[in-house]
């Protein structure tokens, strides 16, 4: 099993910008996969970003593109998005996951992945 815990949430005005971090513990050769995923009221959980463990391979929302980064840290077990140009409706409670496929193509859905953390709350607002 994994463990992951995220940090770096709060609130921020629009256009300014967060970085947030996910701590994976446990079977960490089970993180092939990392994605990041956020779920605001009301609403469903929805794919922002995945990163393979090749690192180069990266993958993002159409609504995130260009404004938000993930990476990661394979020795630290660490995984980060950085998100700048923040906006109103990135406002939702940011999850971080990992799925132990070495190369699922699902990697945009929530019911690929094995191990979820808490959630980090990011509130964008004026």
């Known amino acids: 099993q994994v463990q992951l815990v995220e940090s770096g949430g709060g609130l921020v005005q629009p256009g300014g910008s967060l970085r947030l971090s996910c701590a994976a513990s446990?079977?960490?050769?089970?993180?092939?996969?990392m994605g990041w995923f956020r779920q605001a009221p009301g609403r469903e959980r929805e794919f922002v970003a995945a990163?393979?463990?090749?690192?180069?391979?990266?993958y993002y929302a159409d609504s995130v593109k260009g404004r938000f980064t993930i990476s990661r840290d394979n020795a630290k077990n660490m995984v980060y998005l950085q998100m700048n140009s923040l906006k109103f409706e990135d406002t939702a409670v940011y999850y971080c996951?990992?799925?132990?496929?070495?190369?699922?193509?699902?990697?945009?859905?929530?019911?690929?992945?094995?191990?979820w953390g808490q959630g980090t709350q990011v509130t964008v607002s004026s």
């Open positions: 446990g079977r960490t050769f089970s993180t092939n996969t």
């Open positions: 996951a990992a799925d132990r496929s070495y190369y699922s193509a699902n990697y945009y859905s929530p019911d690929e992945y094995d191990y």
């Open positions: 990163i393979r463990l090749s690192i180069t391979n990266t």
